[in-house]
Every structure is written in structure tokens, then in C-alpha cells.
């Protein structure tokens, strides 16, 4: 009976360490690095709205589904994806979505590592003092100055898959909840103490009317498709990285509640982190559409200039690397299971191999920051590590989310996933059941036609 399988790779000690696990996932350099940026580079407040839209109508169905199908499944998403797809009478090309999924994680944490390595480098800088006194534009140049030097940048980002592939190799549960017990409460406070400096020393009221007064006549399509992208990319969905998660979850967890609780924090992460830079983006004269430095252009002049400025600047780069750190290994999870399933490899081989290849394609990002940064190398107008990005987060983690809509909602029966779900033929059922049937993938479908200019 498929409702008894258990996953060889081990058991989350309770719901609670599934909600650490899986925020620990979501919550990383997507809403505190990412989110500000596209958001400032997307025109504000309409984008916002569309992305919490997102986050309602397509990631929460998106994120029960991929729980309960990891359950049911309990193996890598691959392995899963091929057997529920055998048990309910399926096309075994069900399993593409797991080769989707691993390629889009391995895709990602390529250039999430070199970002990761910016972080831990800030965090050295600040508890060294350098930004003390400095001005914006000081601030501004050391960040363009440090992103122009490549063997920096490599040291950096070796050291954070080197710390990714150790975590992963013993196994994601332990030291994982542990770590996220104490860590994402310290985030969180310390993204609240710089919330209250930005409302007192930087233009708070403008960036909460940036932020969520919208300006429809900024919406085009590719602010849409940024919007739904950054939710996917934000709640570590449409990958497996959230359905290898749920095949360690224990069948008696409520996955509505805990897909509501994860998703509702990760977006409180996302809006406090908006609402800490933009007040300093505003004050400073900065570009909101300052791109992918706009937290390391921003909040180090905040850093620069409070009492104890260099010890508490230290310490929230540094929770952001443990954020980031904690999103990394779930990038690599759905790879690694799947080659201690199919290739017989021990965990510490299937990470140290995949983490290598991440780090090896990394590279790619990273010179494209400096040494390849000339038009010459821009592929579709884009350096290398923002096409890597936009593919991601854009294109392959909405078809991955799609397909996983469709699968839990169209191929699955609806006993099974009414079953695994643990929910009543009721209102709450019938409510998942009609927006993962419909709302989602339409609404995932409309916005792909939208950006390519069918509709
Ligand atoms: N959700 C992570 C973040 O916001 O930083 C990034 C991420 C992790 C994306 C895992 C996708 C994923 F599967």
C-alpha cells in the first residue's frame, strides 16, 4: 500500500521540523537579496500585488501539491514522479518533471552559491569596519569594485558549495533543524530592528507607497511573469525541492496548514526586507532598478553610519548565509537522493559530484560579472548569471509547477490525493481541489501566453 511507504532516507522528527526544514528552504537570498531587486526593477507596488496574488492562487495549491506528492511517492522526485505515475495508470514520462526539477536545482544553485559568496564576504567587511562612515556612493564602489575581481569571488563561492555539500552529505535532518530553530528567529528580529532604523532615519513613507500603491501603468507582461517567477523562486517550488521535503514528512502532519504557515512566513520575510532597503534607497538617491547589488549598495551604508553599525551589520550578513545555506541544501536534495536511489552512490559521493558540477557551471555566473561582462557575452542581452536566473526562476520552475498542478490535480485520483491529504470531502478539499484543477494552471498558462504574445 502506497500509504505505508516509507522514505530510505530517513523521517522529519515531527510536523514542526518539516515547517523549520521547509521555511529554512524558502526563506534565503530569494526574498532578502532577490526580492528587493526585481521588485525595484519591476516598478514597485504593482508587481508586489501581483505577487502576492501569485503566492495565493498558484504557490500554495502549487506547495500542497508537491507535499502531498513527495509523501505518497517518498522517494527523490524523479523516483516519485515514476511511481505514482505507474500506480495511477499514467505515462511513465511523468518522471521528466524530476529531470526538470534536478536540472532547474543544479541551474540555480550555481549562481546561488557566487550571490551566497557575496554575503559571506560582507560579512568580513562589515565586522572589519569598512563601510564605517562611508557614503553611498563609497558603498556603491566598493560593491562594483569587489564584483569586478574574480579570484575573490571564487574563493567566496568555493567556500559556500564546499559548506553546501557538507550539509547535504550528512544528511539534511540533523543539524538542519536545529540550525533553522534558532537561526530564522534571529533573521527575523534583526529584519524587524532594521525595519524601525529605515522608519527613522530613511524615507519610510515613500517605500511603503512604493511598495503597495500600485502603478498599473507599470504592469506589462514581463513584470507579470517576473511576479509569478519570484513566487516560485521564493517558496523553492516547481523543483521537488519542497516534494523531497514532504517524502520525509510523517502522515499524520495537515499539509494545508503547513503549506499556509511556510508560505505566509516566507512572504513576511520578503515584505520586511523590502521595507528595510527601500526607505534607504529612497534616502540615498539610489536606482531602485539598481539590480542585483541593491542590498549590497544599500543596507551597508545603514552599517556605515548606526552605533555598533559593524557588529550588527556582521550579524545579519551572516544569517542571511545561514538563510542562504539552509536554501542550498535543498537545491542539491532532489539530486542527491536520486543518485543514492538509481546509482548505488552513498550520500557523501552523490554530494561532493553534484555539488561539483553546481560549482564548476558556477563559474559561468561568475566570470560574467567581470571578465565576460562585455556585450560580447551577453546571450539574448543578458550576462550569463541573469540568463541563468531568468530561465530558472521564470521559465523552468512555472513548467515544473505546472506539470506538478496538473499531475496531483488531473492524473492522481481524487481518493488518493483527498486521502494524502488528510482532509474531509469539505470546504477546505473542494477549495484546493478547484484551484489546483483550474485557477493554477490557467493562470500559470496565461501569464506564458501573455509574455510571448499570444493573448
Ligand atoms: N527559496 C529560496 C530562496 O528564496 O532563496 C531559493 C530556492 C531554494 C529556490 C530551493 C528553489 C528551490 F527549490
Redesign the pocket.
Known amino acids: 500500500m502506497s500509504a505505508r511507504r516509507t522514505s530510505i532516507h530517513g523521517e522529519w522528527s515531527s510536523r514542526f521540523a518539516f515547517i523549520l526544514a521547509a521555511t529554512g528552504?524558502?526563506?534565503?537570498?530569494?526574498?532578502?537579496?532577490?526580492?528587493p531587486y526585481v521588485t525595484g526593477e519591476s516598478g514597485g507596488g504593482a508587481f508586489v500585488l501581483v505577487y502576492l496574488l501569485c503566492v495565493a492562487l498558484i504557490g500554495i495549491p502549487v506547495m500542497m501539491a508537491e507535499i502531498l506528492l513527495g509523501r505518497r511517492g517518498r522517494q527523490s522526485p524523479l523516483n516519485t514522479m515514476r511511481t505514482l505515475a505507474q500506480e495511477e495508470g499514467r505515462s511513465p514520462a511523468w518522471q521528466y518533471v524530476g529531470w526538470l526539477?534536478m536540472a532547474?536545482?543544479f541551474m540555480?544553485l550555481s549562481f546561488?552559491s557566487v550571490v551566497a559568496g557575496w554575503t559571506l564576504a560582507y560579512v568580513v567587511r562589515t565586522a572589519t569596519g569598512v563601510f564605517e562612515g562611508a557614503t553611498a556612493e563609497g558603498v556603491q564602489s566598493i560593491f562594483t569594485d569587489f564584483i569586478a575581481n574574480p579570484e575573490g569571488l571564487l574563493a567566496w563561492h568555493t567556500i559556500f558549495m564546499v559548506m553546501t555539500i557538507i550539509v547535504v552529505s550528512r544528511g539534511v535532518k540533523s543539524g538542519l533543524e536545529q540550525a533553522v530553530r534558532f537561526l530564522m528567529p534571529a533573521l527575523f528580529v534583526l529584519l524587524i530592528a532594521m525595519v524601525g532604523y529605515a522608519m527613522n532615519t530613511g524615507q519610510f513613507q515613500q517605500a511603503v507607497e512604493y511598495l503597495f500603491k500600485p502603478d498599473f501603468s507599470r504592469l506589462d507582461a514581463e513584470v507579470v511573469l517576473n511576479a509569478m517567477g519570484q513566487a516560485?523562486?521564493?517558496?523553492?517550488?516547481?523543483?521537488?525541492?519542497?516534494m523531497i521535503y514532504g517524502s520525509y514528512l510523517s502522515h499524520t502532519a495537515s499539509i494545508t496548514r503547513t503549506a499556509v504557515v511556510v508560505a505566509g512566513m516566507?512572504t513576511l520575510v520578503a515584505i520586511l526586507a523590502g521595507l528595510a532597503i527601500f526607505p534607504l534607497v529612497f534616502e540615498y538617491g539610489l536606482e531602485p532598478a539598481g539590480g542585483p547589488g541593491l542590498i549590497f549598495m544599500t543596507l551597508p551604508i545603514a552599517f556605515g553610519q548606526m552605533p555598533g553599525g559593524a557588529l550588527f551589520g556582521a550579524l545579519f550578513f551572516l544569517l542571511l548565509v545561514f538563510?542562504?545555506w539552509t536554501?542550498?541544501i535543498?537545491?542539491l536534495e532532489?539530486a542527491v537522493t536520486w543518485l543514492v536511489e538509481n546509482r548505488g552512490m552513498n550520500r557523501v559521493k552523490a554530494a561532493a559530484w553534484s555539488g561539483l558540477a553546481a560549482w564548476v557551471f558556477g563559474i559561468l555566473s561568475l566570470l560574467s560579472l567581470n571578465l565576460w561582462s562585455d556585450d560580447r557575452y551577453k546571450l539574448f542581452g543578458m550576462p550569463f548569471i541573469d540568463l541563468v536566473d531568468w530561465l530558472t526562476?521564470n521559465v523552468m520552475?512555472p513548467i515544473g509547477g505546472l506539470l506538478i498542478a496538473i499531475f496531483a490535480a488531473w492524473m492522481m485520483s481524487r481518493e488518493a490525493s483527498r486521502a494524502e491529504l488528510g482532509l474531509a470531502d469539505g470546504l477546505g478539499f473542494g477549495l484546493w481541489r478547484f484551484l489546483v484543477r483550474y485557477v493554477t494552471p490557467f493562470a500559470i498558462l496565461l501569464i506564458f501566453l501573455n509574455k510571448i504574445g499570444v493573448l
Open positions: 528552504s524558502a526563506v534565503g537570498l530569494g526574498n532578502i537579496w532577490r526580492f526539477g532547474a536545482g540555480i546561488y516560485f523562486f521564493s517558496l523553492s517550488l516547481g523543483m521537488g525541492a519542497i516566507d538563510a542562504a536554501s542550498a535543498s537545491l532532489p526562476a520552475l
